[in-house]
Every structure is written in structure tokens, then in C-alpha cells.
């Protein structure tokens, strides 16, 4: 773990330990608290000395989209809200600063036959040998049930064999964003699959706590399912990049864009049978790990995939036309 540079290293480190104790993961603050710790280290500026002129330099000197940087001095004005709490300083410098204005994100979303295409080949690209077989198959597993339920990525990897509940055909997701718990059922085709793999399983007498094992028994890497997935989308000739067309991100595909197209998907359904989505919010909420329903509201305004399509040609077009 690479360690803070600046003189405030030491304040840095006790608040990560605070919001721990809170229940919060580091990963993703220390790599926002980071930038901040390098201009901090590049002045040698103290806690006191820190004024909203000094920020307007600091956020000048970042080369980020305006997303990544808004999340960059959030982090900073909680770390200064908590060494308000623990007394080491009277006011807060970013308590008024002005925040970037933020660019429009498309998502990537999959279709239902796209996603088919996808995890046909993966399953085409299995390996029929030994040495191979519950591996690539267990990565199969995994972004089956990141496109079936609608998972984050760290989901299946972290499920152990008692999380499954065969019997009620559910799964049982601990301790995920935002330190919750939740049961989710799984669809008819999910239960057949995962009673096939456990059968699987079963054959090569794998005894690895975890549902979907890496080849010697531990934890089954992201990395896999990375390489796993992006080339999959290559196969099926869908592969693009992220793309800054004005204001306008639009996605590349990854892992992360089968929870999205989970959600739009199943919106897109429910209102094709005449049925309002707004009705199913809190369950969709529920069954995704949300802590509020209205964040399972954005979805109601994402753009499936043919108006996705449609926007990013004309987006190309009228630059070309300038």
C-alpha cells in the first residue's frame, strides 16, 4: 500500500481509519485523498495555512474530467469536516467552493440479444480439459450472474458456498457498497445453471470455501473476469471506447455496464407489458443493493441501446460537420 507523502499524512491515515470504523472501504478514498496529499507535499503547506485560493490552484493543476474532480474535493472538504470534529481546525476552506460542472454520461447498455451474444462466447471459448475446465467456467459464472441479477462486480467473486440457499433458490449477498446485506431470488434460468455448476463442482471434489474458486482454491480474481469479458465483446464486435463528444461521455462497455443494462433492461420490460416502472422502483432498489430507491430512479432516463446508438452517430456526425 503506497503511503501518503505530505506533512499531513499522518491525519490522512487517522481519518481513513475513522471512516472505517464507520464501515467504509479505503480503496477509493485514498485514491482520491491522493492527489490532494502530492499538492499538499508540493507546497508544504500545513492544515491552517489551507485557504479556497490555494483550491482554485490545486483543482487548475488537475488534468481530470470534471467528474473526477468534483469527487476529488468532496473527499478533501470531509477530510477538513473531520478535522473540524477532532478539533485540529475552525473552519472548513472548501465549505463554499465551487464544484466543476459536470459532463452528461451515457451509459453503455446492453441489449438482451447483445448480452446473449455475449456469454455465448465465453461459453464457446470454455476449455474441455481438466486443467481448465471449473476455472473458465466459474469466470462464465460469474458474468452470467452480473448480467442475469444484476450484481456488482465484487458480488459473485465474494460469495462463499453457504451464501447459496439452494433450497429457496436464493442467493445471499453480505456486506457489500454501503456495509448491506441482502437476499435476492434468483430467476429460473440462474437456479438450473448454478445447480449444474455446483454438480460440476462436485465432480472435480473442489472444497474451496468460495462459490466460484480460483484453480487452487482461493478467491476467484477481477482480473479474470476483465480479460474474460472485454474480449468477449471484441468476439461479438461491439467493442468501443470512451468517447467525449462535447458534454457528452459516452461509455465503453465493461463489466459494470450488465448492472446497468440489468436495470434498464428489466424497466424496458416491465413497461413493454403495459405495466408503469415507476411501480417496481423500491423492489428493483431492493433486489440491486441500492440504499435509496431514487437511485434506481436514474435508470427510468437511461437510453437503451438503440437510442444510445443513435445519439453517439449523431453526436459523430454534427463534429464532423463543424
Known amino acids: ?50 485557504n479556497p485560493l490555494d483550491f482554485m490552484d490545486f483543482k487548475k493543476s488537475l488534468k481530470l474530467e470534471p467528474r473526477s474532480i468534483n469527487a476529488i474535493i468532496i473527499t478533501a472538504r470531509g477530510f477538513f469536516d473531520y478535522l473540524i470534529r ?17 459532463n452528461a454520461f451515457v451509459p453503455f447498455i446492453f441489449s438482451p440479444s447483445q448480452t446473449k451474444r455475449m456469454l455465448d462466447a465465453i461459453h464457446r471459448k470454455i476449455r474441455r480439459n481438466t486443467k481448465h475446465f471449473l476455472n473458465d467456467l466459474s469466470v462464465y459464472t460469474a458474468i452470467f450472474l452480473l448480467a442475469e441479477c444484476g450484481m456488482r462486480l ?29 437476499l435476492i431470488a434468483l430467476p429460473i434460468n440462474v437456479i438450473q445453471h448454478l445447480n449444474n455448476y455446483l454438480s460440476v463442482k462436485d465432480t472435480f471434489k473442489n472444497e474451496s470455501q468460495w462459490l466460484l474458486p480460483a484453480p487452487k482454491g482461493g478467491q476467484l480474481r477481477s482480473n479474470r473476469i476483465y480479460d474474460t469479458f472485454h474480449q468477449a465483446v471484441k468476439d461479438i464486435g ?48 431492493s ?8 437511485y434506481t430512479a436514474v435508470y ?10 443513435q445519439l453517439f452517430d449523431f453526436s459523430i456526425k454534427a463534429q464532423h460537420d463543424l
Open 1 to 50: 500500500m503506497k503511503p501518503f507523502k505530505s506533512a499531513i499524512a499522518q491525519q490522512m491515515e487517522a481519518y481513513i481509519a475513522y471512516r472505517k470504523d464507520l464501515g467504509f472501504t479505503d480503496k477509493q478514498l485514498r485514491s482520491t485523498l491522493r492527489p490532494f496529499d502530492l499538492f499538499a507535499a508540493q507546497t508544504g503547506l500545513s492544515i491552517q495555512q489551507f
Open 86 to 102: 477532532i478539533r485540529q481546525l475552525e473552519n472548513n476552506p472548501l465549505k463554499d467552493f465551487p464544484m466543476e460542472r459536470e
Open 154 to 182: 465484487s458480488e459473485p467473486l465474494r460469495l462463499k458456498n453457504h451464501h447459496h440457499r439452494k433450497d429457496d433458490g436464493t442467493l445471499y449477498i453480505e456486506k457489500t457498497k454501503f456495509r448491506k446485506d441482502r
Open 238 to 285: 461491439i467493442k468501443t471506447k470512451r468517447r467525449l463528444i462535447g458534454n457528452t461521455v459516452f461509455a465503453a462497455p465493461t463489466p459494470h455496464s450488465l448492472r446497468h443494462s440489468f436495470a434498464v433492461n428489466t424497466l424496458e420490460c416491465i413497461r413493454a407489458r403495459g405495466d408503469d416502472p415507476q411501480d417496481v422502483l423500491p423492489i428493483l432498489s
Open 287 to 294: 433486489y440491486m443493493g441500492h440504499r435509496k430507491y431514487r
Open 300 to 309: 427510468l432516463k437511461a437510453i437503451d441501446a438503440r437510442q444510445r446508438q
